[in-house]
């Protein structure tokens, strides 16, 4: 497809720390990855619902969601899971520019794909918090709560992380969850005291700030 020249991007009047101002928080994508029942829409539900407590503007992006609207034309070859990923790194992105604390929960088995959504954020590693959920796929099938280990091992799906196709660990994730080992309650709790360390949870701007909104 030939790319269309004709178009310009148009910056607004109000920047992301403007919004950062507003709601006393910083915003960031918190991409969550792992093999099929590893816990990612687990852990990014109770996420959110902890953040959202707490009075943090946030949402979660997770991968069966996006695949009933946004990617519902994709299936799961190498190329459509590239195009996938790459349309939800750019919603992540516009959502974090929006000042949201965006959570991403998808298998994302290829490093080179997570790479290239970890560059969108220009190297901030305070922008792009890669959380590995660390789990042995025995562990995984053993709990297999859609069935489709089984269905895979049987061959009636194509492309299965971990059974038919290869997943790429993370070489060097911002947290390491084993969730064999923890719970869903306290791989939050790893990943909340991680964002308070980070001080993405408290943002405090100069003082001009809310009188260059007001302009």
């Known amino acids: 497809m030939k790319k269309n020249t004709n178009i310009k991007w148009h910056n607004g009047k109000i920047t992301k720390e403007d919004r950062w101002c507003i709601s006393g928080h910083r915003s960031a994508l918190i991409w969550i990855t792992g093999l099929s029942a590893s816990g990612k829409s687990s ?3 109770e996420l959110e619902h902890t953040l959202f407590n707490h009075n943090i503007k946030t949402f ?9 609207g ?8 190498h190329d459509d899971r ?9 919603v992540a992105k516009l959502l974090v520019d929006a000042g949201t604390l965006t ?8 490093a080179d794909q997570r ?14 918090i ?11 099938e053993s709990r297999d709560p859609k069935g489709l280990y089984k269905k895979a091992r049987k061959g009636e799906i194509p ?5 038919s196709d290869p997943y790429e660990p993370p070489e060097d994730p911002e947290i390491v969850i084993e969730t064999a080992k923890l719970s869903v309650e306290e791989s939050v709790a790893m990943i909340v005291k991680y964002l308070n360390e980070k001080r993405l949870l408290l943002y405090k701007a100069e003082p001009s700030c809310n009188q260059k909104i007001r302009k």
């Open 43 to 45: 852990i990014a539900t």
């Open 60 to 68: 979660v992006l997770d991968g069966d969601n996006i695949r009933h």
């Open 70 to 77: 946004l990617s519902k034309d994709l299936g799961f070859s």
């Open 82 to 90: 590239r195009e996938n990923l790459r349309r939800v790194g750019e």
């Open 103 to 110: 959570i991403a929960a998808f298998i994302s088995p290829y």
């Open 115 to 128: 790479q290239t959504i970890r560059d969108l954020f220009d190297g901030d590693k305070n922008e792009f």
């Open 130 to 140: 890669e959380v590995y959920l660390k789990c042995d796929i025995s562990v995984c």
């Open 159 to 163: 492309f299965f992380t971990g059974v």
